[in-house]
């Protein structure tokens, strides 16, 4: 089992920046990748980047790159994610999720971001 736990949301300005924090622990999940996700009143859950927890490489969907930045903290087994001039189409509930080869297997239980304008 993999346990994560995110914080750092909250309410926000428009072009105003947050970053969100992510907690692993439990199994080894060195071999993991770590994902960000959000999900919008009314939408479906969106992706928005990954890490691999051993090499640091990182992807982002295509929508995200520029503002968005995915990394992660080794010593502190936390991974992050940067959001800046944010706006309020960026309200979301925010969630990390962890998986091995497979689908993401192992969430969050979120943390809501509110951005006004």
């Known amino acids: 089992q993999v346990q994560l736990v995110e914080s750092g949301g909250g309410l926000v300005q428009a072009g105003g920046s947050l970053r969100l924090s992510c907690a692993v622990s439990?199994?080894?999940?060195?071999?993991?990748?770590m994902g960000w996700f959000r999900q919008a009143p009314g939408k479906e859950r969106e992706f928005i980047a990954r890490i691999n927890w051993t090499s640091g490489s990182t992807y982002y969907a295509d929508s995200k790159k520029g503002r968005f930045t995915i990394s992660r903290d080794i010593p502190t087994n936390t991974v992050y994610l940067q959001m800046n001039n944010m706006s309020p189409a960026d309200t979301a509930v925010y969630y990390c999720a962890a998986r091995g080869v497979g689908e993401y297997e192992y969430w969050g239980q979120g943390t809501q971001v509110t951005v006004s304008s």
């Open positions: 439990g199994r080894t999940f060195s071999r993991y990748i």
